[in-house]
């Protein structure tokens, strides 16, 4: 027999959504008992840190912080945060509800502090395998959850139950992926790879840089590259006939409000993809406002000044990337109004193509054969858990890959406060803390230790 310590709860990844959940766990009593750690990949807290631009506003209101919808009193709302940096009546003097990002990425990292002891950084999850009950028997009652450090080190922890929040993964549509990394980045990686792919300072080489997407990734590159790289001259590729605005308007922004998650539950699958079709114009392939306004004046300026650095290639397909003998990347594209075709290179390209969302489903491949349909299927009840068969005992919350189910909150800010309030919830009604323990366990501050048949 070999005893090791049980979780009632491990959290893979630390960007918001888990962050939202420590916070909750640790503000209610009957929760903060529960055993529970988190284990991330970064070496420290870090929130889309590859696009921590420096001008770059939040989409979303401040009072969407953490957990001011749950618990306005709470300690770790963005206004203590101000309040405790010595700001508060200057942002006020803002008038904005849009801190910078720069700043809420900062409230976010001194949320994250207060957590340290609860955070294994530096340690990617690797893979999760089912614990039997018991030796020969079919019931599984806890996961073992793998990690490794860059060194390779293998760490290995078992819990009751998993929090899945470990946001997207760059998409590289396939035209690009035979390209390789070299002078090809994905937006994700922007702020950590430019300098390198098109070099700095005066005697910088002249570069052509094309930017593919049409979303607010790749319009902030565009404007970034105009402002901080006078030696690259940049395309903004899109495949729509013009940069179309978000649609932020109050009404609409109702789909975000957490009582919409029950409204786009409620739906049948057909019912919920229409809904998500019909507001995609809030969250995908469209810029703030104020951004497409700045481009356009960027361009009229540059008109003006006889210096067209910079060009919009609207209603552009592209159809083919190949790399040039000579390392550059030569696109061949279409134009989608009068179907002329045409080529041109580039010295790099930045794709702002977005995120997928199915990375859960590789990390949870190893408990696929004992999950039955419920993983490929998407089906998640309405409190986050995966829909898993009698036999199958532990509960496994996924956060930001519920889109289809939830709505398109689901991978924004909107609802994190109330999320983990129903993840919270949903724990404590069903964790060892509230039954009896079996002969095999004890329980001290750090969770079950138990008694497994190896
Ligand atoms: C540039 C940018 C700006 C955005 N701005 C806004 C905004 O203004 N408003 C808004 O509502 N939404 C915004 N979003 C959407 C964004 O998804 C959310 O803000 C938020 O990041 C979601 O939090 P998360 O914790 O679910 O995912 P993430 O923030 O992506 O965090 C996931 C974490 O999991 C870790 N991880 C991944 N895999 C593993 C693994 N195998 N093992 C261990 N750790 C792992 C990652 O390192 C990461 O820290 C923005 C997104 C981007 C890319």
Known sequence: MHKETVFDLIGIGFGPSNLSLAVRLAEEARTSKLAHCFVERQPEFGWHRGMLLDDCRMQISFLKDLVTQRDPKSRFTFINYLFERGRLNEFVNLKSFY????EFHDYLRWVADAFDQRVHYGQTVTSIEPVFASKGSSEIDALRVFSSDDEGNERQRVARSLSVGIGGTA????????LGPHNVIHSSAYLTSIDRV??????????????????????????????????????????????????????????????????????????????????????????????????YEMLYLQNVADNARHRLLASTAIEAAVRAANGQIELTMRDGLNGHGRAERFDALVLATGYRRDTHLALLDGLAPHLGDALNEGDVARDYRLATPDHFKPRIYLQGCCEDSHGLSDTLLSVLALRSDEIAASLVEHASIDHPTNTNQTRNKDGVHMAFAI
């Open 99 to 102: 801190p910078t990002r720069l």
């Open 171 to 178: 998409q590289v549509p396939e035209a690009f992926a035979a």
């Open 198 to 295: 098109v070099g700095t300072g005066d005697r910088a080489p002249k570069k052509r840089v094309a930017v593919i997407g049409a979303g607010q990734s790749a319009a902030e590159v565009f404007v970034d590259l105009g402002r901080r790289f006078p030696h690259v001259d940049a395309s903004l590729v899109i495949r729509s006939s013009a940069l179309k605005p978000a649609d932020d308007t109050p009404f609409v922004n109702e789909i975000f409000s957490p009582a919409y998650t029950d409204v786009v539950y409620a739906q049948s699958k057909d019912g919920r993809r229409s809904l998500i079709e019909r507001f995609r114009d809030t969250n995908y392939a469209v810029v703030d406002r104020p951004l497409i306004e700045q481009i």
